[in-house]
Nanobody, 125 residues
Framework: QVQLVESGGRWVQPGGSVSLSCTAS????????KGWFRQAPGKEREFVAAISRTGVKKYNSDSMRGRLIISRDNAKNTMSLEIYSLKAEDTAVYYCAAASNYENIPPSARAYDTWGQGTLLTVSS
């Protein structure tokens, strides 16, 4: 089973940008769709972005549309999330996840069955 490890979380000032990475171990990284989620303090985990197995199809949350880019490199077993124009409300633990039964973007967050441990992004002045 694939294991996912996030990195890149750090402290950033408002207006800045950050690149988060998700590295996978295991032979099946390229076989399925992936996604990013986040959980802010005291809030439920929410969807951020998703990418299909081939990387051709992408979907971003409405709340962050226009401020992020999701990408993946199956040859390197990595997935990235770049976020721009950061706001204080972007502060959260960011998780990458895999939907093992989906090649295209899953219709629901419930489809994601493998999760990383998360990386903390803090946006403040």
């Amino acid at each position: 089973q694939v294991q996912l490890v996030e990195s890149g979380g750090r402290w950033v000032q408002p207006g800045g940008s950050v690149s988060l990475s998700c590295t996978a171990s295991g032979p099946t990284f390229s076989n399925n769709a992936k996604g990013w989620f986040r959980q802010a303090p005291g809030k439920e985990r929410e969807f951020v972005a998703a990418i299909s197995r081939t990387g051709v199809k992408k979907y971003n949350s409405d709340s962050m549309r226009g401020r992020l880019i999701i990408s993946r490199d199956n040859a390197k077993n990595t997935m990235s999330l770049e976020i721009y124009s950061l706001k204080a409300e972007d502060t959260a633990v960011y998780y990458c996840a895999a939907a093992s039964n989906y090649e295209n973007i899953p219709p629901s967050a419930r489809a994601y069955d493998t999760w990383g441990q998360g990386t903390l992004l803090t946006v403040s002045s």
